[in-house]
C-alpha cells in the first residue's frame, strides 16, 4: 500500500479554501438523486461548490473542519463511494475507480461499440482486487468506443480503443497502448496489439497485474515501467499471465483513431436513435453551486430520470433529451448559467483552482480567466495555470497563461494538443491579462487550429 496526498473521497486534503473531497464517478455520470445528495451535502459540509475535473469527476472544495466524516457519510449513503465492504481497504478500492470513457457511450451514432459494459467490468476488476491498493490514484485508463465525441489527448497508463478489423465486415476489436494516447495522426505511435471486445476486461487486469509485477517502488505509473522495460518484455509477462490472444500485425500497427470533434459537447446532437438528443454545457470555469446541480437534477429527474454526465472538458452532458424537449432543455441550462455554445467566451477558457484555492498558485486564475473571457477573440482557447503543474488540463490548450505572479503571466501556444514539450512555445513573459488579451487579438499570432498531425 502507498501513502497519497491525493485527495478522494474517504480522503479528504486540505486546501486554502478548506478540504477537497474528490468524488470519482462511474463512467462520469450522476444521477438525479446523486446530485440532489451532493447539492445537499455541499450546503451543509462545505462552501458550497463543486468543481468538474478534466478526468469527468467532481471535486468538493471547501469542506468545513469537524464536517468531514459527515459528508463522507452522505455521499456513501448515496451511492457516491467505491463498492464492496467498507473496510481498511475502501480508500484504495476509491482511489482505483479511474476508468475514462466518452460523455456519450452508448448513445454516440458513429461509435464502433457501447463501451459501458466493459467499462462496469473493469471498474469491479479494479475495485475487488486488493493487490490494486498498490497503484498510485493517478493510475488510469481510457475506453474508447469510437465515438466521435471523445477525449483523445489525454495520456492514461493503458488506452483501449475500438477499431473496425476488417473495413469490410463488422467485427470489432480493441487496439491497446501504454502509457499514451490512442494514435490519430501518422506521428503518433502505434497500437501495440488488439483483443476481442471480451477480453477486455480480462486484458486491463493482467495489464495491471504485469505493471505491478514488474514496477519497482519509485514507478508509479507505466511510463516510468517503460523506461526500464521493453514493450516486448511487458507484453510477453501479459501472455505468460493469461490466455487471452494478442492479435499484432501491420493491420493493427497502422491502425488510426478517427480524429474527434470536441464541439459535440456543447448544444444539441442527434443519438443514435435519431429520436433523442444529447445536450451538453459549460459551467462558467467548471464550477458549479448547489442552485446549479439541483436545476440540472431537476432537468435530469424531468426527464424520465435521465442521468447527467460529467465532460472531461469540464462540462455537463443530457442524454436521451426527447427531439420535442431540445429547445426547453437548451433555455434551461442558459437559465442555469450553462454556455451552450461555442461563441461563448466562457467556453474557451478554463483555469485551476487559483491562489483563492491553491497555495501553489502564484495568481487567481479564476479571476482572471472571468476577465480575460471578457475580451477574447473568436479563435482562442486559453487555459490559465497558476503553476506548471497544470491541473485543469491534462491535454494542451492552443494557448496557456502559466502564472509567474499576481495578475502576472508568461503565455505560450502549441498546434499540438499532446505536444511533449510542455505548453509549448513561449511567446511572452510577465504579461497582465490586457496585454495577453491584446497579443491574442494581435492578428499576427499564430492560429491554433492548423491540424495536430500536419
Ligand atoms: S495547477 Fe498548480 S496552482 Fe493550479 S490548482 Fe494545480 S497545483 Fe494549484
Known amino acids: 500500500m502507498r501513502p497519497s496526498a ?38 451543509e459540509r462545505a462552501c458550497g461548490i463543486a468543481d468538474i475535473t478534466n478526468r469527468a469527476n467532481l471535486q468538493l472544495r471547501g469542506v468545513k473542519r469537524g464536517h468531514e466524516e459527515a459528508l463522507v457519510a452522505a455521499l456513501l449513503q448515496a451511492g457516491l463511494g467505491p463498492s464492496g465492504p467498507q473496510d481498511t481497504m475502501h480508500a484504495f478500492a476509491d482511489d482505483v475507480r479511474n476508468v475514462m470513457v466518452s460523455p456519450t457511450a452508448g ?34 485508463l481510457l475506453l474508447d468506443g469510437g465515438e466521435r465525441l471523445a477525449m483523445l489527448d489525454h495520456p492514461h497508463d493503458i488506452w483501449l480503443s475500438a477499431m473496425r478489423a476488417h473495413p469490410e465486415r463488422d467485427d470489432v476489436l480493441f487496439a491497446f497502448g501504454l502509457a499514451g494516447c490512442p494514435p490519430v495522426a501518422a506521428k503518433h505511435a502505434g497500437a501495440l496489439a488488439a483483443v476481442a471486445p471480451s477480453d477486455v476486461a480480462a486484458l486491463a487486469h493482467a495489464l495491471v497485474h504485469t505493471f505491478l509485477d514488474l514496477a519497482m517502488p519509485e514507478h508509479t505509473r507505466m511510463r516510468d515501467l517503460l523506461a526500464v522495460h521493453s514493450v516486448e518484455h511487458i507484453l510477453a509477462h501479459v501472455k505468460s499471465k493469461t490466455e487471452i490472444a494478442l492479435l499484432r500485425d501491420a493491420s493493427i500497427e497502422r491502425w488510426r483513431r478517427a480524429p474527434a470533434d470536441p464541439s459535440l459537447r456543447l448544444g444539441a446532437h442527434r443519438q443514435r436513435d435519431e429520436r433523442r438528443s444529447h ?19 431537476q432537468l435530469a429527474a424531468d426527464n424520465d430520470d435521465a442521468t447527467l454526465r460529467m465532460t472531461p472538458w469540464q462540462g455537463v452532458l443530457l442524454t436521451d433529451i426527447d427531439t420535442t424537449q431540445v429547445a426547453a432543455t437548451l433555455q434551461a441550462l442558459d437559465v442555469l448559467g450553462l454556455a451552450c455554445n461555442a461563441q461563448n467566451p466562457l467556453t474557451r477558457v478554463i483555469a485551476c483552482a487559483g491562489s483563492a484555492g491553491c497555495a501553489k498558485s502564484l495568481a487567481d486564475t479564476k479571476a482572471d480567466a472571468m476577465k480575460l473571457a471578457a475580451c477574447l477573440p473568436a479563435h482562442a482557447q486559453v ?19 502559466l502564472a509567474v505572479a499576481p495578475g502576472r503571466y508568461d503565455l505560450y501556444h502549441t498546434h499540438d494538443p499532446r505536444d511533449p514539450t510542455g505548453f509549448g512555445r513561449c511567446l511572452a513573459r510577465g504579461l497582465t491579462i490586457d496585454e495577453a488579451a491584446g497579443m491574442l487579438n494581435h492578428a499576427a499570432l499564430p492560429p491554433f487550429d492548423e491540424p495536430s498531425d500536419a
Open 279 to 297: 445536450v451538453g454545457g459549460q459551467p462558467v470555469l467548471g464550477r458549479m453551486n448547489s442552485a446549479t446541480l439541483r436545476g440540472l437534477a
Open 107 to 140: 448513445r454516440d451514432a458513429n461509435a464502433l461499440i457501447d463501451t459501458s459494459t466493459i467499462a462496469d467490468d473493469i471498474l469491479t476488476h479494479l475495485q475487488s482486487d486488493k493487490r490494486f491498493a498498490a497503484l498510485s490514484p493517478k493510475f488510469a
Open 6 to 43: 491525493c485527495p478522494g473521497l474517504l480522503r479528504i486534503v486540505p486546501a486554502l479554501d478548506g478540504g477537497i473531497c474528490r468524488v470519482k464517478l462511474a463512467r462520469g455520470e450522476l444521477s438525479a438523486a446523486q446530485a440532489l445528495a451532493i447539492a445537499d451535502a455541499i450546503d
Open 383 to 401: 487555459h490559465l495555470s497558476g503553476c506548471p503543474r497544470s491541473c485543469a488540463a491534462a491535454h494542451r490548450a492552443p494557448y496557456t497563461l
